[in-house]
């Protein structure tokens, strides 16, 4: 079965910084995606950025990247030029693909806070 | 305003109560499904609907029942909940076929069981 583990808990970062945030995820497939959400205060889940296993180029979405390291099943988040909105969790997810629906698995989440 | 909509936003139940939580979503997607987060703990899939069928059920108590009247709609229908099912209950819903499209969620319900 598959697992995503986010690390961190809880992070902290002053606005215009740039902050990581850390995920590792274990299967033994090899083709799937991975995702980054983000649920603000609001609770709605927002898809932030995703990446294909099969894509050795990491995916960026403005001020968000990620880095891949297949490998290593590793897939941090990027977030540069902090804004205040971008406080929030972020949660780290894994999706096999062309599997069943319903396969997607989340990590716990980090909660992030941007501080002015 | 999002794709997927869920109300009520927020219900207090008492454990004797029965009541609904309903989702709705315009983005014509085929499956829909809904998630428990609960503080601390990953999100949890209890129900999977695809083409209005029910594909999975995660060893989600009875107390639980879930409905898909159309492609469009997803009930959870509730009865004599436990303190413990107090949680962000989430809908979602995907096209299957698009899976590096992820899910598309709707803000959740809050409930409280007293």
């Known amino acids: 079965a598959q697992t995503v583990t986010q690390s961190q808990p809880e992070m902290s970062v002053q606005e215009a910084e740039t902050v990581t945030l850390s995920c590792t995820y274990d299967?033994?497939?090899?083709?799937?995606?991975l995702f980054w959400y983000k649920q603000p205060p609001s609770r709605q889940m927002i898809l932030v950025i995703r990446?294909?296993?099969?894509?050795?180029q990491n995916a960026t979405e403005n001020r968000f990247s990620v880095n891949f390291q297949k490998a290593a099943k590793s897939f941090s988040l990027k977030i540069s030029d902090s804004q205040l909105g971008d406080t929030a969790m972020y949660f780290c997810a894994f999706m096999k693909r062309g599997g069943s629906q319903g396969n997607l698995i989340f990590g716990k989440g980090t909660k992030l806070s941007v501080k002015p | 305003e999002t794709g997927v909509t869920q109300t009520p936003r927020h219900l207090v139940m008492g454990m004797t109560n029965k009541k609904s939580l309903k989702c709705e979503q315009h983005l014509g997607h085929n499956a829909m499904y809904w998630y428990k987060q609960s503080a601390k703990k990953p999100l949890e899939l209890m129900f999977v609907y695809s083409l209005e069928e029910r594909v999975e059920n995660n060893s989600v108590p009875s107390r639980f029942s879930p409905e898909c009247p159309n492609s469009s709609h997803l009930f959870l229908h509730l009865h004599t909940l436990q303190p413990e099912d107090s949680a962000l209950y989430l809908c979602a819903s995907s096209q299957e076929g698009q899976g590096k499209s992820g899910y598309t969620f709707g803000s959740g319900t809050r409930l409280t069981v007293v």
């Open positions: 299967t033994s497939e090899n083709n799937y995606y």
């Open positions: 990446q294909e296993a099969y894509k050795q």
